[in-house]
């Protein structure tokens, strides 16, 4: 049992969060939108249409969310054109680990299939991931569980005998509704008392997630 591992991307290998964080205020200064953060951090782990119907329903119907967009996007291009997309610490010893030991490994994120297929070639990890799965064609977003029951379909595998490793309150609850074994590595986030009940366990970093991984095998 436990032989597939299935990443989130955002706030899990890459530690993009704070920096999609710093375009929503970015965006929401040059909109004169006021404070965001809160907003923010209730769109983390879902896709552009859960964002879209949030900030529509918080701004009205004169928001226009091509223009937030079109702003967030700007100062994304303009900071990772600098200083690149951060890979989290850990990310590449749990990746051979996972190889070494004959583990399945999926990616499971909300984001576009063109941003995930960049990030995975330019940070170099794209060979590690067996199943690549994105939400943009999906019609219901994490916290809903599509995204993690058609990886676990892709990669054959029955939802409770695989991992998911998720950084959001809406990942975790998204594995969770999806039968798996969520695993939370806390990124912007704070643990919850609703998080610890739905996580098998909570990790600080990746190698923790690591050596959980080691501990649970030698129970099997």
Same mark, same amino acid.
């Given at each position: 049992?436990?032989?597939?591992?299935?990443?989130?991307?955002?706030?899990?290998?890459?530690?993009?969060?704070?920096?999609?964080?710093?375009?929503?205020?970015?965006?929401?200064?040059?909109?004169?939108?006021?404070?965001?953060?809160?907003?923010?951090?209730?769109?983390?782990?879902?896709?552009?249409?859960? *964002?879209?119907?949030?900030?529509?329903?918080?701004?009205?119907?004169?928001?226009?969310? @091509?223009?937030?967009?079109?702003?967030?996007?700007?100062?994304?291009? *303009?900071?990772?054109?600098?200083?690149?997309?951060?890979?989290?610490?850990?990310?590449?010893? #749990?990746?051979?680990?996972?190889?070494?030991?004959?583990?399945?490994?999926?990616?499971?994120? !909300?984001?576009? #299939?063109?941003?995930?297929?960049?990030?995975?070639?330019?940070?170099?990890?794209?060979?590690?991931?067996?199943?690549?799965? !994105?939400?943009?064609? #999906?019609?219901? &977003?994490?916290? @809903?569980?599509?995204?993690?029951?058609?990886?676990?379909?892709?990669?054959?595998?029955?939802?409770? @005998?695989?991992?998911?490793?998720?950084?959001?309150?809406?990942?975790?609850? !998204?594995? !969770?509704?999806?039968?798996?074994?969520?695993?939370?590595?806390?990124?912007?986030?704070?643990?919850?008392?609703?998080?610890?009940?739905? *996580?098998?366990?909570?990790? &600080?970093?990746?190698?923790?997630?690591?050596?959980?991984?080691?501990?649970?095998?030698?129970?099997?």
């Amino acid at each position: 049992m436990g032989k597939t591992v299935i990443f989130d991307l955002d706030g899990v290998i890459f530690a993009s969060e704070q920096v999609v964080q710093q375009g929503w205020r970015y965006a929401a200064g040059k909109m004169q939108l006021g404070e965001i953060d809160q907003l923010f951090l209730q769109c983390v782990g879902t896709n552009h249409i859960f *964002s879209e119907n949030l900030l529509q329903t918080q701004f009205g119907t004169q928001f226009s969310y @091509e223009e937030f967009r079109r702003y967030t996007r700007e100062f994304f291009r *303009s900071y990772t054109a600098q200083h690149g997309l951060p890979v989290k610490p850990g990310v590449r010893e #749990l990746m051979e680990y996972l190889k070494q030991n004959g583990y399945a490994i999926g990616l499971a994120s !909300s984001s576009t #299939l063109q941003y995930i297929l960049n990030g995975l070639r330019q940070a170099q990890l794209i060979d590690y991931f067996d199943v690549i799965v !994105s939400g943009e064609n #999906l019609k219901r &977003s994490k916290p @809903e569980p599509d995204i993690y029951l058609m990886a676990c379909e892709k990669m054959n595998v029955v939802p409770a @005998e695989a991992y998911a490793i998720e950084d959001s309150y809406n990942g975790i609850r !998204s594995a !969770s509704r999806a039968g798996m074994r969520p695993i939370m590595v806390p990124d912007l986030l704070p643990v919850t008392a609703e998080m610890e009940q739905l *996580s098998c366990v909570v990790c &600080s970093n990746l190698l923790e997630v690591r050596a959980y991984l080691q501990q649970e095998e030698c129970k099997a």
